[in-house]
Nanobody, 124 residues
Framework: QLQLVESGGGLVQPGGSLRLSCAASGFTLDYYTIGWFRQAPGKEREGVICINRRGDSTNYADSVRGRFTISRDNAKNTVYLQLNSLKPEDTAVYYC?????????????????WGQGTQVTVSS
């Protein structure tokens, strides 16, 4: 069964950090571009950041620039999203997704595998 599984979400105070993981099973992440998306209550899903097969990353949300970092460990078949200096407006369900093309896109339509999401709540 081909699937992505996110983990690492939780409740954190403003200014805190989290590291989200996206682990693949049933397929090898080496051959996929991986994007992170998020969806806040009452809002549409938005592209946050992406990493292609070469390891080049692209930010799609200006609000996270300089605070969120994406990386991949192909040996562990896992992609990570480091969230620093978190703000209440970062509260959302975070999803990872895989697309078979070797370029990043902030559009969800190119992504064929999706995880179930992990909740990130930033609150004091």
């Amino acid at each position: 069964q081909l699937q992505l599984v996110e983990s690492g979400g939780g409740l954190v105070q403003p200014g805190g950090s989290l590291r989200l993981s996206c682990a693949a099973s049933g397929f090898t992440l080496d051959y996929y571009t991986i994007g992170w998306f998020r969806q806040a209550p009452g809002k549409e899903r938005e592209g946050v950041i992406c990493i292609n097969r070469r390891g080049d990353s692209t930010n799609y949300a200006d609000s996270v620039r300089g605070r969120f970092t994406i990386s991949r460990d192909n040996a562990k078949n896992t992609v990570y999203l480091q969230l620093n200096s978190l703000k209440p407006e970062d509260t959302a369900v975070y999803y990872c997704a895989a697309n078979p093309l070797n370029f990043c896109s902030g559009s969800s339509t190119l992504y064929i595998y999706w995880g179930q999401g992990t909740q990130v709540t930033v609150s004091s």
